[in-house]
């Protein structure tokens, strides 16, 4: 275990106002904010709140006027339910855009203090929590990207800690164990997790649900451990300092009391997620002190607070100041990865890769295109940080330029994520919201329900993360239905803002990745095969189709009377469908249809050229119906899955449901 030593960090506010009052400050704001929202957890900032008020006073280096300073502290509050924490921090501090009159509307719409923090609506918040767990995980994202920036430009300019406030609850969730064991095997030492051990949740004692040793359980992991008394500010300095110092990543377990002031309901789940109600507020003003009005904060205990805020001005402008120093071109390229711009080339190389493709035409599964689309883009674009969760050779996602990230040596830009692949997505989201860095990582497209919470905040906090999800349909043959998506490709595209992009062959999977790289504020799925896929695209285009979303690949001979739509390895089945009904003298023209995300944001005459007016549309992709009738009109058809797949060779179990040139002919023939 750490071993508590004395802090040698100076406390950053005035002799005159002590920690108790600083401390009482939160739980004042907290309880009244909830109270006049008649909604909210005032239970845990009143808890934690001698354990905020030391780390912020002593030890967090953050400039609320430079909100955005890349080797800011990172503060990561993954138990999002107690927001009024986080948010009373920000405007106590001195955040510009934190203001009184917003913890006034705390929880109320187009609020900044919405029920949970969401990164984007304040400055200082950093992650969007409330999922609970996500806020761990997303941390061990941040502190790997902390130690990966630190390997490429150096010490002089990325140093810094990743703090973490993390529940009962979010140590309950399974992601916690993926992202524990992650940071532990890593050394991510610059990760330092505060654990509110209150021993409450909603239902009531942990012990109704929980026993776990959790600092044995940490320990296990290769963490540092240890307990303090978390109202005792000298035991909480005196951890988080040797904490500091520790070669591995740390949790200290803070005993708290839920509440904490509270005369009846200190210590009980009736303070978790319910205002306190006038009584017990009156009568916690009178137990810690408290005589001040609602919202009310004495000047001088304000001012100390505005002086915590106000003393990383200067580290900042030391650091601004180093910054100044380094060579022109290494400035740059550091400016250029924090605005999220590309680097001028890629265009360049994906254009020429392309003309490659066109001409050497490979029948390549999509996840090989992938790789190979990779070890171009990865030689121009330093800033990709690849990884898989244990399918390395599976996804393709490693590149020969690629060397591997390693415990205690983060010199390299490949993660060997091992069996976590909620624990993954979520860390991808830390590097993002990090800055500097854009993560990929891979998969099987049918365990995007093991990620599927992290996508989805990925797209919530508008984040540029790309998750390469291969074996993307029944043609991953003799896996059976546990790992044949069916429902997947409707699902994802069922979550606002994300991407989703399903090539069909080596030029457009390059196309895509180009289009996913250059999505700054969404995150992108890329479904890819198994199999191999015969070349579609057989004619060079200085335009980025896919970009389209969805455009004309084979014309019709002749005035069109149908239209087939297809995605993936289904373009080929759609081809070899318009061959048929083209012998039978009927005109067929082929649309590939790569992202409905990105067709929907063609205008209106666009997209209807390309539907093809007047035509019976069919659609055949090797997924369920769902959200293709929009583009199918009355008379359309749906060639596709209805059900769970099967175990067998691809090509029989495309046979086996139906999915051929044949049925899609027939679908066609049936509607004219």
Not at 126 to 137: D, H
Not at 290 to 311: M, S, T
Not at 648 to 670: C, D, M, N, S
Request: a negative charge; charged letters at 20%; aromatic letters at 6%.
């Amino acid at each position: 275990m750490l071993q508590a030593v004395p802090s040698t960090a100076i406390p950053r506010h005035t002799a005159a106002v002590g920690h108790n009052d600083m401390a009482n400050a939160i739980r004042a704001l907290a309880m009244d904010a909830v109270q006049q929202a008649n909604s909210g957890h005032p239970g845990m900032p009143m808890g934690m709140a001698d354990v905020a008020t030391v780390l912020f006073s002593r030890f967090l280096k953050f400039d609320p006027q430079n909100p955005t300073w890349p080797d800011r502290d990172r503060f990561v509050l993954s138990a999002g339910h107690g927001s009024m924490l986080l948010y009373a921090l920000l405007y106590l501090t001195g955040y510009p855009d934190m203001t009184l009159d917003e913890l006034k509307k705390f929880r109320q719409l187009g609020a900044r203090t919405a029920g949970h923090p969401e990164h984007g609506h304040a400055a200082g918040i950093e992650t969007t929590t409330g999922p609970l767990g996500q806020g761990i995980a997303n941390a061990v994202g941040m502190a790997l990207a902390e130690r990966l920036l630190a390997a490429q430009f150096g010490g002089e300019l990325t140093d810094h800690y990743t703090y973490v406030i993390a529940g009962d609850g979010c140590l309950m969730e399974g992601i916690s164990h993926e992202a524990i064991s992650l940071a532990g095997h890593l050394k991510l030492n610059k990760l330092i997790v505060l654990f509110d051990d209150n021993g409450i949740s909603i239902d009531g004692p942990t012990s109704l649900t929980v026993s776990d040793d959790q600092l044995a359980r940490f320990k296990a992991s290769g963490w540092a451990v240890t307990a303090i008394d978390g109202h005792d500010p000298e035991a909480i300095a005196g951890a988080i300092a040797a904490a500091q110092k520790s070669d591995k990543p740390s949790l200290i377990a803070c005993r708290t009391v839920i509440g904490y002031g509270a005369p009846t309901k200190a210590g009980t789940a009736s303070t978790h997620g319910s205002p306190l109600g006038a009584d017990e507020i009156k009568g916690a003003r009178e137990k810690l002190g408290w005589p001040h009005a609602p919202f009310e904060i004495p000047d001088a205990i304000l001012k100390a607070w505005r002086d915590v805020g106000a003393a990383g001005a200067a580290r900042q402008q030391a650091w601004s100041k180093r910054f100044a120093a380094l060579p022109a071109e290494q400035r740059a390229e550091w400016e250029r990865r924090f605005r999220g711009d590309l680097p001028a080339a890629m265009d360049k190389v994906v254009a020429e890769y392309k003309a490659k493709l066109v001409a050497d035409k490979p029948k390549w599964a999509t996840r090989k295109s992938s790789q190979m689309a990779l070890e171009v883009i990865n030689t121009v674009v330093p800033e990709t940080i690849g990884g898989s969760a244990d399918l390395t050779g599976s996804n393709n996602t490693k590149t020969a330029s690629l060397a591997p990230v390693k415990p205690g040596d983060f010199s390299g830009r490949y993660v060997y994520y091992g069996v976590r692949e909620h624990a993954m997505a979520a860390a991808m989201n830390g590097i993002a919201l990090h800055g500097g860095f854009i993560p990929y990582g891979g998969t099987f497209l049918v365990f995007t329900d093991y990620c599927r919470p992290s996508i989805r905040l990925s797209a919530l906090m508008e984040q540029r993360i790309v998750y390469v999800m291969t074996h993307d349909s029944i043609g991953l043959g003799e896996d059976g239905p546990t790992h044949q998506p069916v429902e997947h490709l409707a699902a994802l595209r069922a979550i606002p803002n994300l991407l989703v992009l399903r090539p069909a062959d080596a030029v457009e999977t390059a196309e895509a990745w180009q289009v996913a790289l250059k999505q700054k504020n969404r995150p992108s799925v890329l479904a890819l095969t198994r199999q191999d896929l015969a070349a579609v695209r057989l004619t060079d285009s200085a335009e980025n189709l896919v970009a389209r979303g969805g455009y004309e690949l084979a014309a019709a001979d002749g005035t069109a009377r149908v239209t087939l739509l297809a995605t993936g390895s289904e373009v080929g089945i759609a081809l070899a469908a318009r061959d048929l009904l083209q012998k039978d003298g009927i005109p067929t023209r082929v649309v590939s249809m790569p992202s409905f995300e990105l067709f929907e944001e063609q205008d209106e005459a666009y997209q209807e050229a390309v539907l093809g007016p007047g035509t019976v549309r069919v659609a055949v992709e090797a997924g369920i119906r769902q959200g293709w009738d929009r583009y199918l009109g009355a008379k359309g058809a749906f060639v596709g899955m209805t059900g769970f797949g099967a175990s067998g060779p691809y090509e029989q179990l495309y046979r086996h449901f139906g999915i051929t040139p044949e049925a899609v002919a027939a679908a066609a023939k049936q509607r004219l």
